[in-house]
């Protein structure tokens, strides 16, 4: 089993929708959490950090579930710009970043 | 602020050929990560540094890969020979320190003939 797995998509959803992604970890030590986001052709960028009470920002909120080991993003009224790849990445303490695989997201007009 | 810089953005070579990737972190940062990214999947680690040692390389195919930073700040990496199976980008990230969050250059994208 890979450490960080995530549902590859695509998603495709008309803007305005509502989607959320989830992503599951195997190591039950694993410490931090964050959500990149990468555009076609363009390096990852950073989107949010995971924190264990969730947190949202703007249209964002990412929340994390330790027992079961999953972080979700969910995406509200999604836009055309929100189109990209969205990276799971998870840390143990003194590790290093394991990325998932990505979700693919298509925001349709 | 300048960000993490790399070059050269594009490269095609053939296999069994040598090629070698340039990296300039962001100023202040201690920590360098070089990844291979190969297309449909997530960055995948190669070599992580701190300053000028060698933290993590546990990944790296070191019959053919090689990587330094000799001074603490820009770094190489190298691919020498060439497979097929190296096409891929190359991204290079750096932090503040290990563990906080890293930002990514725009990577080099390689692909073997």
């Known amino acids: 089993r890979k450490e960080v797995e995530q549902d590859p998509g695509p998603f495709n959803v008309p803007e305005g929708a509502t989607v959320a992604f989830n992503c599951t970890y195997s190591?039950?030590?694993?410490?931090?959490f964050f959500w990149y986001r990468q555009d076609c052709r363009k390096e990852p960028k950073l989107l949010m950090s995971v924190y264990s009470s969730g947190n949202e920002d703007g249209r964002f909120t990412a929340q994390l579930n330790r027992a079961s080991q999953y972080i979700s993003l969910l995406i509200r009224d999604s836009k055309l710009s929100d189109s990209a790849t969205y990276l799971c990445v998870v840390i143990r303490y003194g590790q290093n970043f394991v990325f998932g695989p990505g979700t693919r997201l298509s925001v349709l007009p | 602020e300048a960000g993490v810089a790399q070059s050269p953005r594009y490269k095609i070579i053939e296999k069994r050929q040598s090629v070698a990737f340039w990296c300039n972190p962001i100023?202040?940062?201690?920590?360098l990560y070089w990844y291979q990214q190969i297309l449909g999947q997530g960055p995948k680690l190669l070599i992580q540094f701190q300053n000028n040692g060698v933290v993590d390389d546990s990944q790296l195919p070191k019959d053919r890969f090689s990587a330094e930073r000799l001074k603490g700040v820009d770094s190489t990496l190298k691919i020498q020979p060439a497979k097929l199976e190296d096409s891929a980008v190359y991204l290079c990230?750096?932090?503040?320190?290990?563990?906080?969050?890293?930002?990514f250059g725009p990577g080099t994208r390689l692909t073997v003939l």
């Open positions: 100023s202040g940062h201690a920590t």
């Open positions: 190591n039950s030590a694993s410490q931090s």
């Open positions: 990230a750096s932090s503040l320190i290990s563990g906080d969050t890293q930002y």
